[in-house]
């Protein structure tokens, strides 16, 4: 089980989704200046389009918890569209003449969103997402996996220094991906669990996936 010295991890919250948020936002101006067309880290997208994609998922996983009954077996039906072939399938796009500020202002617009759905959701409704239907931490820890690996992502394409709490990333390791090594370092093990980096005795992984399903808890 996830933990930091042995004390088990916590719920994941809509307070740690602005915590990821304001984290996301404040390493990306870092990068104000820079060239955003660069390729994001190990990814097949640019800078640019990598933070346009991480505010269509904040968005996206948002509007899943918005209906009073969600469909448990298919996404909402936006109509999304990518900008070029191979690009991110978007509803979601910011108008490059806003510069990089008008990006992250877009990006923490749709963070915010995600994180007053997830206050403001009953914890019993569950919503549909292709790696299980979830509740709204779940939504609240695929939202803060997100920002913190394809922050990752922008931060290597863009030359900026970015290292997330341990205790954020503990949280989100325990809820979506329980079979995580114990490693101390927890946010090199949430690189690796979403194939960004090798660990010592695991290699690099090639695929991967978390698992968004409720659990019940130890003991029950």
């Not at 820890?141 to 394409?157: K, P, Q, S, T």
Request: with cysteine; hydrophobic share 40%.
């Amino acid at each position: 089980m996830s933990s930091i010295q042995g004390t088990p991890a916590g719920p994941v919250t809509a307070a740690d989704v602005e915590e990821a948020v304001r984290l996301a936002v404040t390493a990306l101006y870092g990068g104000e200046g820079a060239d955003w067309s660069v390729r994001a880290g190990s990814l097949e997208w640019d800078c640019w389009e990598t933070a346009e994609h991480l505010a269509d998922d904040f968005l996206g996983y948002a509007v899943q918890l918005g209906p009073a009954r969600p469909p448990t077996d298919t996404y909402l039906p936006f109509a999304g569209t990518r900008q070029r072939p191979g690009g991110p399938h978007n509803v979601v796009f910011a108008d490059r003449e806003a510069g990089p500020a008008g990006l992250l202002h877009v990006l923490e617009a749709c963070g915010g969103l995600l994180a007053a759905m997830v206050r403001t959701t009953p914890p019993d409704k569950r919503a549909f997402h292709p790696y299980g239907v979830s509740d709204a931490e779940g939504f609240a820890a695929m939202g803060i996996v997100e920002a913190l690996v394809h922050v990752h992502d922008i931060a290597e394409g863009l030359g900026l220094p970015f290292t997330p709490p341990a205790g954020l990333c503990d949280r989100v390791l325990a809820r979506l991906f329980p079979d995580a090594p114990d490693a101390a370092d927890r946010w090199s093990v949430l690189l690796w669990c979403t194939g960004r980096t090798a660990l010592p005795g695991h290699p690099r992984r090639t695929s991967w996936r978390w698992d968004g399903t409720l659990r019940e808890p130890a003991g029950r």
